[in-house]
């Protein structure tokens, strides 16, 4: 399937929604693409205001530009029609997070024009320890580099040992 052909758009995942079972929870079309990487720009974790809680409960991912680093995700084809089912899971429609068209060097296919996520409003925040893990297995289900994963994987926590989003994606996993 070609990124971004008739019918379809091309994703560039880069926080939770790399790991396929998390973006299939509401995006059943979601196929995996490519990996790819994403020039001139820095992961971060934080919230889209000061004092919200999410269904994560500490701070999601979210890319800063940053001239010289780099941002390596997972890249999707999406059908057309879920769209609106990927907006509002990334919360569009309440101003948490606005769309972004970027150019994403993949691995096998050269540049692909995707669409991806930007926080709006955004406030440092430590992430949960449920977050990471997601963002870490989604990492390593798609294969990103090693040393990227490492990096990934030393990311610090908030620490929190309730329930969250984790517990809904192993549920449908099963």
């Not at 050269?110 to 926080?119: A, D, P, S």
Request: hydrophobic share 30%; charged share 20%.
């Amino acid at each position: 399937m070609a990124p971004g052909g008739t019918g379809t758009f091309a994703y560039f995942a880069f926080g939770s929604n790399m790991l396929r079972e998390r973006l299939q929870l509401e995006n059943p079309s979601a196929t995996y693409l490519d990996t790819g990487r994403l020039k001139d720009y820095q992961l971060d974790f934080g919230v889209w205001d000061r004092g919200v809680e999410n269904s994560w409960h500490g701070g999601v991912a979210t890319i800063q530009e940053s001239p010289g680093s780099e941002v390596w995700g997972v890249i999707w084809n999406i059908d057309r029609d879920h769209q609106d089912t990927l907006d509002k899971q990334e919360g569009v429609h309440v101003g948490i997070y606005s769309q972004l068209e970027v150019r994403v060097e993949s691995s096998n296919h050269g540049e692909i024009l995707c669409k991806t996520y930007q926080m709006n409003n955004f406030h440092a925040r430590p992430t949960s320890p449920q977050y990471k893990h997601v963002v870490c297995c989604g990492a390593e289900q798609n294969g990103l580099p090693d040393d990227y994963v490492d990096r990934l994987r030393a990311v610090e926590t908030n620490n929190y040992m309730g329930p969250s989003m984790l517990d809904c994606i192993e549920m449908h996993a099963n």
